[in-house]
């Protein structure tokens, strides 16, 4: 059995410790990835201005809120930009393997 996308994106975006790269603790760390969310927010886009290490540290925040919600909805209806932010890091041309989010079904 095979586990779901939401699971695979979940493990993906742990990979990266977004406190330790960027930002010492979610506080700080909300505060660094204001600018990409009020963009996000404004144009319904990931800023192309963003480097792989804030978007991967945006996807490892959201899983962290998330998880620290309660994890009640699953973790693309509840943040649904992570897939906006992992399209972004996949077709960045700094992307590493070691970047490169999950696959998703279908694609």
Known sequence: MSMNYDQVLIEWAHT???YERLAAGPGKLYELLAPLRQEFDQHGMVPDWAGI???????????????HSGGYEPFTVEYPEVYAIADAIDKHAA???????PARPGN
């Open 16 to 18: 990266y410790n977004g």
């Open 53 to 67: 290490d804030l978007l991967r540290g945006w996807a490892f925040y959201l899983v962290r809120a998330h998880r």
């Open 95 to 101: 992307v590493t393997d070691a970047d490169r989010p």
